[in-house]
C-alpha cells in the first residue's frame, strides 16, 4: 500500500541572531518607533511614583473600622483615638478598666484641643472609682475601700479626690468604733437606757455595716447580758434586772414603732408634689425611719424610688440636649452630644439609656470621619485622572548607520587625448588656479620643466 503523502505544514521562518528575519526589508527592521519607546518609558516614571504616593497617602489617611485599643501607647496615636479607647475602656466600670482610662486620657497633650474633654473625664471616672470603694466601704471593708481609692493614678490631679475620700472614711470608720466600744462600756457597767442611747448613734454615723450589722450586733449583746449577769451572780436581784431591761426594751420599741410610722406618712405626702425638692424631702424624712422597726423595709424601698425620680428629673434634659444636638449629624455636634451624655454618671437611673445613645453617636463619628478621608481620597484620583502629568520632550530620532555592502574606491582618472585639456576627478574643486594644476604621468613638459 503506498504511504499517504503528509500534509505540508508551512514553516516558520528561522530569526538571524539579532532578531529580525534574515530577509526583512530596513522598514520592517524598523518598524518600533524608538520616540514612541522613550515617550512610553518617561510616562511610566512618572505614573509610578504618583500611583505609590497616592497608596501612602491612602494608607496615612484611613482609619481602621475600630482602633486597636489594646495596642495604643503614648508615643503614638492621637488625642481623639486615646479618648475613644479611654471610653471603651471606662464603659466596663470595673476598677482596673477604669483607672486604665484615666491613664489613657491623662497621656492627652496638654496642647491638644480634647485636653479639656479628657480632664473632664479623669474626673468623672475618678469619682466612679470612689463609687466603687464606697460600696465597699458601705458593705463594710475600709481596707477594700483604701484600695480601691488608692488605684487612681497618683500622677493625676484628681488623686487628691481619692486622698480626701479615704480620710473621710476613715473618720467615720474611727468614729463608729468609738460609739461602740462606749456601748459595750454601758453594758459593763449595766446602765441600759445609756447604752441604748449610745447604739442608737450607730443609725446616724453615715455607714450601713454600721447602721445594721453592728447595731444588730449590740442590741443582741445589751438583751443577753441579763442571763450573762443572772448566771455569774446567781442573785435573787438578776431577775428583777433582767425583767426591767425586757420591759425598757419593748418600751423602746413600742414607741419607735409609732414614731416611724409617722415620719413615713409624712414622707409618702411630701413626695406627692412630684418636684425634685419634694422628692427629696420625702427621703430626708424617710431616712430617719430606724433598722429593726416594721416600716424599715417599706422605707428604704420608697427611698430608693424617690431617688431615682430625682435622678431622671435632673437628668432628663441633659440627656435631651444631647439628643438634639446629634440630630444635626455633623462631627462637632456629635461630639458634643457625647460630652453631655457623659455627664450623666454610673449609678445614676439614665445612666445605661445615656451610655447606650453615646456609644451610638461615638460610632457615627468615626463613620463620618471615614467618609471623609474617602472623599478626600476620591478627589485625589479624580484630579490625577483628568490633569495627567506632562510627558517629557521627545530625544532625537536614533537613526542607525547601516554600512554599504560595497566598499568605496579611489576616484578613477581618465587620460584625456591628446591635445586636450586633462578632466580633473570630482573631488578637486572646479577653481582651483591653474598653479595648482595636477602633473600626470606621461604629460608632456611645458616649457621651462625639467626634463
Known sequence: MAPVPSESQPSLP????????????????????????????GLLLLLVPVGVGSMAVRELLVLPALPRCWSVSQSSNSGSTRIYCAEILANKQTVEDLRRAIQLANQVDADDPLRDKSDRLIEQWTQDILRLGEAEFQAGSLDRARDIAKRVPFHVATYATAEAKIKEWEATWAKAEKIYSEVEAEIDRENWFAAMSAARMLLTVGNQYWATTQYQALMRLLQSSRESEATARRSPNSASKGGGLNDLIRQWETEQTKTDAERLKTAQELAQGGRVEDLRAAVGAAEQVLYGTPQYDQAQSLINTWRQQIEAIEDRPRLARAAELARQGDVRSLEAAIDEANQITWGR?????????????????????????????RQMDRSASTTPPPLPAPLPPVVPVVPSALPVSEPVLTLPVEGTSPALPASVPANMPASDSITLPGDRSTPGAMP
Open 14 to 41: 528561522e530569526l538571524s541572531p539579532s532578531g529580525t528575519l534574515p530577509n526583512a526589508p530596513d522598514s520592517a527592521r524598523s518598524a518600533v518607533d524608538p520616540m514612541w519607546v522613550w515617550s512610553a518609558i
Open 349 to 377: 437611673s439614665l445612666h445605661d439609656e445615656a451610655r447606650t445613645q453615646a456609644d451610638t453617636w461615638r460610632r457615627q463619628v468615626h463613620e463620618l470621619r471615614l467618609r471623609e478621608q474617602e472623599e478626600m481620597l
